[in-house]
């Protein structure tokens, strides 16, 4: 029988997604070293939480969260894991 390593990830999540970006980039390389197949991340991980870490969505940057789910996805893939990732 086939096991499936998971690596749950855990931060203070904040509104700046460059800092979350670098945490969850961090993750997962530490989880794909340690052998995870999965690395799984809460929801809003990537974005922020709204209401919460972000109060208005008029002038939140789409274009930069855009860039760093695909910085993200390219880890991913050069990791050899699957990401399950929370955004807005």
């Known amino acids: 029988m ?3 390593n998971v690596g749950l ?9 460059e800092a979350n970006s670098l945490q969850i980039r961090a993750f997962i390389a530490e989880a794909a070293e340690k052998g995870a197949d999965i690395v799984h991340f809460s929801e809003c991980a990537l974005g922020g939480y709204g209401s919460v870490d972000i109060t208005d969505f008029d002038d939140y940057d789409w274009h930069l969260l855009e860039f760093h ?3 993200i996805a390219h880890l991913a893939a050069e990791k ?5 990732l929370g955004t807005n």
């Open 69 to 71: 789910t695909e910085k």
């Open 2 to 4: 086939a096991k499936i």
């Open 80 to 84: 050899g894991v699957w990401v399950v």
């Open 9 to 17: 990830c855990q931060f203070e999540v904040g509104s700046d997604i």
